[in-house]
């Protein structure tokens, strides 16, 4: 008979072939196939690991001592973090001049320390939910609902809602002779948007109050930003990031602007929004995001050129550009008409008022070193205002020279040159921090990474299909 068998073809043994060889049927003698090869039929296994003697007394999984360790350090964190916002929000109570964050405070300090409480004795897979749960219902929902009840509120809300009461009457949002300072509108024309809640359902119950107050749809968009941004920038995919956002949202950072006034969350929620987009080449939902937060405040101006050096980096000259000509068209088709009807009350009031160089100067004031070199008169204010342009210029140089990589990049160069804009301006207030503040926290989070350069992604390598077998 003649055999079928290829040379150096072994015939495979299993269960169709015919029964396979056992260890006990192979010769210890065998050598082994290959150089450094274990000998056919051999299963080794690993030893299992062995554990390192312990000096403690034998204790239950959950009361392991390194694991007791790690769980009160992260509970003292917690604890230590909501103390910290208990302290704050009990400043104001006694610091402020303002009923409003007063009465913000003596509502938030008690839930803090609550919060904490929980974090400090509800077991750990209920704690951070519970206390954040607690922090946001005693620090946003509560003292929100209750200035929202009664219609009180900063005079920036006053602002938007007028604006938007003149846009629908006289087709502009600007008074054309302001006499006091809560005249001034110093916002770019969508921000009246946030207004015509208020013009369709007036106040005449209590739903319409609530439900028509600026500051509810400030938080709305601030939170479906934040979440579109996560949504894109998360490496897996996984739920919606409800404890981080609760937790952002309930930290006095953004509580207190939250309640009291509001108008610079969209702006927040929108520059991140618009990084995100950028990094995964959505350029068309760029370019409107974009234009939106160019149509809020002239701050968000210095968003448009860092996404469009995002997007040049990352994907070429052809998405940026498209991204930057839908970004300045959709923001002159919303500012040009208003600039064309009212040129110089748009000057006035949405550049030179914050600026501090009108007669009437803004109420934005803290111990800011551009506020405090603008006090010393003229000369300071002008000292302030060159520091600040230097500063800026120095920033421009550095993303020309470094264009970012990821939407953190872009997102730190972003909030590094709004931070110094904000120290340095004659006018400003420590609400205006949060914006860089979010800039640096929320795409790292989303992203689960702290370098802001993008990581490389890995491709499946493909293998060789094995030869096909002879046929016998």
């Not at 077991?123 to 206390?131: D, G, L, N, S, T």
């Not at 602002?159 to 502009?172: D, I, K, P, Q």
Request: proline residues 10%; glycine residues 8%; charged residues 15%.
């Amino acid at each position: 008979m003649v055999s079928t068998r290829t040379p150096g073809y072994s015939r495979p043994r299993g269960r169709i072939t015919g029964r396979g060889r056992t260890p006990a049927q192979t010769s210890a003698t065998e050598a082994p196939s290959g150089p450094g090869r274990r000998p056919r039929g051999f299963s080794v296994r690993r030893l299992p690991r062995q554990r390192v003697e312990s000096t403690f007394p034998p204790t239950p999984g959950r009361l392991n001592p390194t694991r007791l360790a790690t769980l009160a350090s992260m509970r003292t964190v917690h604890l230590l973090g909501c103390l910290i916002a208990a302290g704050w929000a009990a400043a104001f109570p006694l610091v402020s001049d303002l009923p409003n964050q007063r009465l913000w405070g003596m509502v938030a300090a008690p839930a803090y320390v609550l919060a904490g409480v929980l974090c400090l004795t509800l077991p750990r897979r209920f704690a951070a939910r519970a206390a954040a749960s607690v922090a946001l219902l005693g620090a946003v929902l509560v003292p929100l609902g209750l200035l929202a009840l009664h219609g009180r509120h900063q005079s920036e809300v006053m602002v938007v809602e007028r604006s938007a009461h003149l846009l629908l009457t006289t087709g502009t949002p600007y008074l054309p002779h302001p006499v006091v300072v809560t005249d001034y509108n110093p916002y770019l024309p969508a921000m009246s948007l946030f207004g015509m809640p208020r013009q369709l359902l007036g106040d005449s119950t209590a739903f319409a109050r609530v439900a028509g107050d600026a500051r509810i749809w400030f938080a709305l968009t601030f939170l479906a930003c934040l979440l579109a941004a996560w949504r894109l920038l998360r490496p897996s995919r996984e739920r919606a990031p409800l404890l981080p956002l609760a937790v952002l949202t309930a930290s006095p950072l953004i509580a207190l602007a939250l309640v009291v006034g509001g108008v610079d969350l969209p702006l927040i929620g929108v520059c991140c929004l618009a990084m995100a987009l950028a990094e995964r080449d959505r350029t068309v939902a760029a370019g409107l995001v974009l234009a939106l937060a160019c149509t809020l405040k002239w701050t968000a101006w210095p968003a448009l050129p860092v996404a469009v050096l995002l997007l040049w980096r990352l994907y070429g000259r052809r998405p940026a550009a498209r991204t930057a000509l839908i970004g300045v068209g959709a923001s002159a088709a919303v500012i040009l008409p208003a600039a064309l009807a009212q040129a110089d009350a748009l000057r006035e009031q949405v550049v030179r008022f914050p600026l501090g160089m009108t007669a009437i100067r803004t109420p934005a004031g803290s111990p800011l070193p551009g506020k405090v070199l603008a006090g010393f008169g003229p000369t300071g204010h002008a000292i302030s205002l060159s520091l600040m342009t230097v500063a800026l210029i120095g920033v421009a140089i550095w993303l020309l020279a470094r264009p970012p990589v990821s939407a953190i990049a872009a997102a730190d160069l972003l909030a590094a040159g709004l931070a110094i804009a904000f120290m340095l301006a004659p006018a400003g207030r420590f609400g205006y921090l949060a914006l860089p503040v979010v800039l640096v926290i929320w795409p790292r989070l989303a992203a689960r990474r702290w370098s802001s350069r993008r990581p490389v992604r890995l491709f499946p390598v493909r293998r060789r299909p094995l030869p096909a077998l002879p046929r016998s």
